[in-house]
């Protein structure tokens, strides 16, 4: 698909609206191009072989205008739309949470994101709701912080993942360096923070899989990050991201109580079994079982658990079976997420092209698991999108009254300063009043972390404390 365009200036906003259409490997834009577009005056003239003419929408400015008539020429040739219409961004429910705090009501909301975006009703009342529930918790104190480590190793790999993570079993020879460098990054920056008299919110540890590496080396980590972050401050919560049951045993569970986490996540993403083996795991919905029913009994109170809308040979079937389980176990969340074929995954560089059966059932997939999660007395609480997300939906997190993800709450909405840890980790010091973001981030290689550290240090330092370092004399 060759397409030409008389304005140079909107080639990314046409881009992403193609390629919700076709795959974009297949767009390329050329002076020569079967699809023409072009703006002479207040008319959008596009077409391939037929020419459609529309008009300008004087409420709109000219990319939004282009943005939704492209989008509608590309519905009238293809024969089916999307949810979210020439909405592509990350956050839909931001423009929900602006429009209510400039006193729209749910029925003004739906009207907006429709004449905007083309977006559905069913979508524009998710946003909202979204909105309405997050804007109770979102910190407004820009004197905190929230916490991030993560832990870049695994079990396995799955077939999806494109996250900075490592198969523990071949880099065994890394992690305990990785360890002492993540404790030197944790205790460098924790004494700064005890010094200003910082207030820590959130504290979350993630990954890749944390319970990933041995029992002895999670208790030290665990301390290190408890010592530095959690004891002794009023945080509103400690979440550890276990992730895989293939990962967690008593132990470990054993180690969180020690150290007050208060929120864990049991992934399966299917509790159909000849998935879990096709996407490359190593349990079965019966480990799953067992390691949830364990926390249970070691009095773990808040326990998320998460779906994949859209796994390679799944249908409705297989959804319906998945909410069938995870009812029986009774969560206090659940985040359902869409597949998203990332760069640098297994399943994008294979010819494995994934996915569902088609974009009917991905819809009815999703509505299966919005409803089920409504119908156990859940209520969404936050939500976001990628790219390349199967049928172009969203992720979504659900969950039982307080029992909601307060960190993932502020990581989304980028309400409070983040101050992350390990390598890949992404830190953003957040300015409240202008609403201006600065952020730093950690190499994503193992081995450059290591080596890196100081740097790493350095770039949080100078961002969040303003100082320089020398580090040749400590």
């Known amino acids: 698909m060759k397409i030409s365009l008389n304005n140079i200036k909107y080639k990314y906003e046409i881009f992403q609206i193609f390629s919700l259409f076709y795959n974009q490997d297949e767009i390329e834009f050329s002076d020569i191009g079967e699809f023409k577009i072009n703006i002479i005056k207040n008319n959008i003239i596009m077409g391939n072989n037929i020419i459609k003419e529309y008009s300008f929408d004087e409420d709109l400015t000219e990319k939004e205008n282009i943005k939704k008539y492209v989008y509608s020429y590309l519905v009238d040739t293809f024969g089916y739309g999307f949810p979210y219409g020439t909405l592509v961004g990350i956050r839909p429910s931001k423009i929900a949470s602006k429009l209510l705090k400039e006193g729209f009501n749910e029925s003004e909301i739906i009207k907006y994101y429709d004449k905007y975006y083309l977006a559905s009703s069913e979508k524009a009342k998710l946003c909202t709701e979204v909105a309405e529930n997050e804007k109770k918790l979102l910190n407004n104190d820009s004197h905190k912080v929230s916490i991030y480590v993560g832990m870049p190793f695994c079990p396995t790999r799955c077939i999806y993942c494109s996250f900075a993570s490592n198969p523990i079993s071949s880099v065994k020879h890394l992690v305990q360096p990785y360890l002492e460098a993540l404790t030197k990054e944790i205790e460098y920056i924790g004494k700064l923070i005890k010094e200003r008299n910082i207030e820590i919110d959130c504290v979350y540890f993630g990954g890749g899989t944390p319970t990933s590496v041995d029992e002895e080396s999670f208790d030290k980590i665990m301390r290190v990050i408890y010592d530095n972050f959690v004891c002794e401050k009023n945080i509103r919560e400690f979440t550890v991201e276990c992730g895989r ?35 490359g795991r190593s349990h079965t919905k019966e480990d799953v079982i067992n390691i949830f029913n364990m926390a249970r009994k070691l009095c773990f109170e808040n326990i998320n ?13 297989e959804i319906k079976n998945t909410m069938d389980e995870i009812e029986k176990l009774n969560p206090d969340s659940i985040t359902i997420h869409g597949l998203s074929i990332k760069r640098g995954s297994k399943l994008k560089d294979s010819d494995n092209k994934q996915a569902a059966r088609g974009f009917d059932e991905i819809c009815n997939m999703y509505q299966e698991a919005h409803a089920r999660s409504k119908k156990i007395g859940m ?13 172009n939906m969203e992720n979504t997190g659900y969950c039982m009254t307080s029992k909601e993800g307060i960190y993932n709450m502020e ?15 992404v830190s953003k010091y957040v300015d409240t009043k202008t609403g201006r973001i600065d952020r730093t981030a950690n190499v994503k290689d193992v081995k450059e972390y290591i080596n890196r550290i100081d740097e790493m240090i350095t770039r949080k330092v100078q961002l969040f404390f303003k100082e320089e370092l020398q580090w040749q004399n400590h």
């Open 245 to 279: 049951a293939d990962s967690i045993n008593f132990k470990k569970l054993n180690t969180m109580k020690k150290f007050n986490v208060d929120r864990i996540s049991i992934n399966p993403q299917s509790m159909n079994n000849r998935t879990l083996k096709m996407i």
């Open 305 to 317: 658990m998460d779906i994949i809308i859209g796994l390679a040979d799944e249908g409705i079937n």
């Open 379 to 391: 209520f969404p609480y936050y939500m976001y999108r990628q790219k390349n997300m199967i049928g």
């Open 411 to 425: 990581m989304i909405e980028d309400s409070e300063s983040i101050l992350a840890f390990g390598a890949d980790g």
